[in-house]
């Protein structure tokens, strides 16, 4: 197969969804590693106080971890904070831990309270030696200032939709939010990538869901659907990805498929002006 292109500009990708059990992390660590074994070098930004992909990607994140948290809240720089994924060449991880969730409250009274993320990822994109082609970042389950600093600090959002009932459902709060985030934090912004995951193609609920996002957000969405695979949920208990669990499984190809989707289009493969304003 070809080369996984790289991106001319490092492209840091916001992967939010306010509801949970969407596939945010699921996503999150799998295009991650995808990148990661075609070459490229990617940086996952775990700001969910669940954890989740530090411990999908095998990365201590017990309370004394030094983490994102002590990034945002006492303006630890990122590179003492920041880990090697041991299992995957030229993955590294920003560990969340359980500090994380006070965050949400003692951000609301700090200086710049949204855009301490930026500040902090800008300084460490900027040091000498430091050459991400992807950031990716986690965004816990709700629309706060954790997921607004995300948005503040990502050029491109990708939303996980999960092929389910009530799918589109809250839909539009977010994309409302990005819109606010756009017209006053991150000019830049633009949602580049929905991604449809848990599709199970037995059912027609599945194929009714699909249709329908794909009829609402035409070409943003990628072609790749994420099937629903037991390879895929069993990896993070062994602090795996399922590139690495089970390289050869269908859930593992999908997640490369999506990855040289999103990295065969580049940041502008999207229609993202009609999708908020349309
Ligand atoms: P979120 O981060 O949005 O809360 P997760 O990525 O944690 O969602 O996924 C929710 C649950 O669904 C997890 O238990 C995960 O293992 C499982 N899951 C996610 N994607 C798939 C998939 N394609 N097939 C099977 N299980 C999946
Ligand atoms: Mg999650």
Redesign the pocket.
Known sequence: TAPMPKPDQMRVMVVA?QK????????TVNLAAALAVSGLRVLVVDLDPQG?ASTALGIDHHAEIPSIYDVMVEETPVSDVVQKVEEIEGLWCVPATIDLAGAEIELVSMVARESRMRKALDQHLQSPGVDYDYVFIDCP?SLGLLTVNALVGGDEVLI?IQCEYYALEGLSQLLKNIDMVRAHLNRDLAVSTILL??YDGRTRLAAQVADEVRRHFGDTVLKTA?????R??EA?SYGQTVMTYDAASS?ALSYLEAAREIAERGASGSSHEELIHG
């Open positions: 969804n949970g059990g969407v596939g945010k992390t699921t996503t989740n389950p996980p995951t848990m994420i099937p629903r695979s037991v895929i949920s993070p859930g």
